[in-house]
């Protein structure tokens, strides 16, 4: 088993990514936290806890982004600064992570967290575990089963359809992250986040990049138009 794990590393990178029947490819409705964990845990550990706790936080974020809403949810953050969404801050951390924006992902993630994301908790949680940070680490995975253990997502109105962002935003990066490559958004899709406009008040993170108004119709052409890696 081991010399076939190293051969597939050593595959070249350039490969061609194919859909598999074992690939999850959408965050069921309704997921709780200990769901996460169980779904984004690769089959086999990684060399060191840190990279298998950032494997697993790149897989999270990739799936929070394939969910149905995402888009929906990202529209809810944009078009109402007054009240919550933790799931449009979610989406948007995600983004950031997987754009390489660490310290505003966990902005995100926290504002997520306190409105009640048992998600967003267990992302912080694989998020301080990349980084060694073991008490934060413990500290949000069991704020993630308390909040798991009491959420109840809210069913859609028709005024709030279900709507995804395009498969092609997401579909490279959840290969390549199963597959063991780098994990990165296609460029023009990246760009559209390194351009989000900046909040820089925040003492703690430093510029925190804001949800902008065309954000979602932005990430649609950009992904519409984005070239395979």
Do not use: Y
Not at 66 to 94: E, F, M, Y
Not at 101 to 109: E, N, R, V
Not at 130 to 140: I, K, P, V, Y
Not at 206 to 213: L, R, V
């Amino acid at each position: 088993m081991t010399r076939g794990r190293d051969r597939r590393a050593a595959a070249p990178r350039e490969r061609e990514h194919h859909s598999s029947p074992d690939r999850p490819s959408r965050l069921p409705d309704g997921a709780s936290a200990s769901d996460l964990r169980r779904l984004i845990r690769p089959p086999a550990p990684l060399g060191t806890e840190h990279e298998q706790a950032l494997h697993e936080l790149n897989l999270a974020a990739t799936l929070v982004i394939a969910q149905p809403q995402a888009a929906t949810s990202l529209k809810l953050l944009t078009n109402s600064r007054r009240r919550i969404h933790p799931g449009g801050a979610l989406v948007l951390a995600a983004l950031l992570h997987l754009a390489g924006h660490t310290d505003a992902c966990q902005f995100w993630l926290q504002f997520a967290a306190g409105g009640g994301s048992p998600t967003a908790a267990s992302c912080l949680s694989l998020l301080h575990a990349s980084r060694g940070e073991h008490r934060d680490s413990d500290f949000w995975r069991a704020q993630a089963d308390q909040l798991a253990a009491t959420h109840h997502s809210p069913a859609p109105t028709t005024r709030q359809l279900q709507e995804p962002l395009p498969d092609s935003l997401w579909t490279d990066t959840l290969a390549a992250c199963h597959d063991g490559l780098s994990l990165r958004l296609p460029p023009r899709v990246a760009a559209v986040v390194h351009q989000l406009p900046v909040d820089s008040d925040d003492t703690d993170h430093g510029e925190i990049p804001q949800p902008s108004p065309t954000l979602v119709a932005d990430l649609t052409l950009a992904a519409t138009h984005a070239q395979p890696a």
